[in-house]
T-cell receptor, first 113, second 112 residues
Framework: AQSVTQLGSHVSVSEGALVLLRCNYS??????LFWYVQYPNQGLQLLLK??????LVKGINGFEAEFKKSETSFHLTKPSAHMSDAAEYFC???????????FGTGTRLQVFP | SQTIHQWPATLVQPVGSPLSLECTVE??????LYWYRQAAGRGLQLLFY??????ISSEVPQNLSASRPQDRQFILSSKKLLLSDSGFYLC???????????FGPGTRLLVL
């Protein structure tokens, strides 16, 4: 069965520092992988998605993620954090035989000045 | 372009009262529709999933129900709310046959 694990429920970085949010997946079929961002009291917004094309996926707001099959990982990175990046980030994997997604438990990113 | 609406944005209800949350999608036809609940400090829990009018799959046993009376309308209901029903309710849609989901702004429900 497909599953997603997000390591670290909270991550804190200084403004300008590297952002690294970790996501590992388990899937019995070639997965589609997603990162979503949720700002306070809002819905989820799609950051980027991997659909078996290039393994390095670029998203909005300067974020990117790299699909590593050997490590079953899809970590989200941004070279330089901005205060506006403070939000909760969710990794998700496609279920496989339906259009449903399996979401991780989320990582809350704090950015300090 | 497609848009998704949810209302109300915020709701405070007493225990035992009924519930009706509405979600509508514009700019697409025959979307898949989803209801999620996000409890404080927890991830997203898929509650219901619909691939068409009148077709509802329940993911988690509970005192909530969902209906899809029209192609782009998805309603979440309860006859009697519990304290544990408090949370942030999110509606989402996707094109049939694709996995990318697009979320509405959410409804925050507080049951007292």
């Amino acid at each position: 069965a497909q599953s997603v694990t997000q390591l670290g429920s909270h991550v804190s970085v200084s403004e300008g520092a590297l952002v690294l949010l970790r996501c590992n997946y388990s899937s019995s079929v070639p997965p589609y992988l997603f990162w979503y961002v949720q700002y306070p009291n809002q819905g989820l917004q799609l950051l980027l998605k991997y659909t078996s094309a290039a393994t390095l996926v670029k998203g909005i707001n300067g974020f990117e993620a790299e699909f590593k099959k050997s490590e079953t990982s899809f970590h989200l990175t941004k070279p330089s954090a901005h205060m506006s990046d403070a939000a909760e980030y969710f990794c998700a994997v496609s279920e496989g035989d339906t259009d449903k997604l399996i979401f991780g438990t989320g990582t809350r990113l704090q950015v300090f000045p | 372009s497609q848009t998704i609406h949810q209302w109300p944005a915020t709701l405070v209800q007493p225990v035992g009262s009924p519930l009706s949350l509405e979600c509508t999608v514009e700019g697409t036809s025959n979307p898949n529709l989803y209801w999620y609940r996000q409890a404080a400090g927890r991830g997203l829990q898929l509650l219901f999933y619909s691939v068409g009018i009148g077709q509802i799959s329940s993911e988690v046993p509970q005192n909530l129900s969902a209906s899809r009376p029209q192609d782009r309308q998805f309603i979440l209901s309860s006859k009697k709310l519990l304290l544990s029903d408090s949370g942030f309710y999110l509606c989402a849609w996707s094109l049939s046959g694709t996995e990318t989901q697009y979320f509405g702004p959410g409804t925050r429900l507080l049951v007292l």
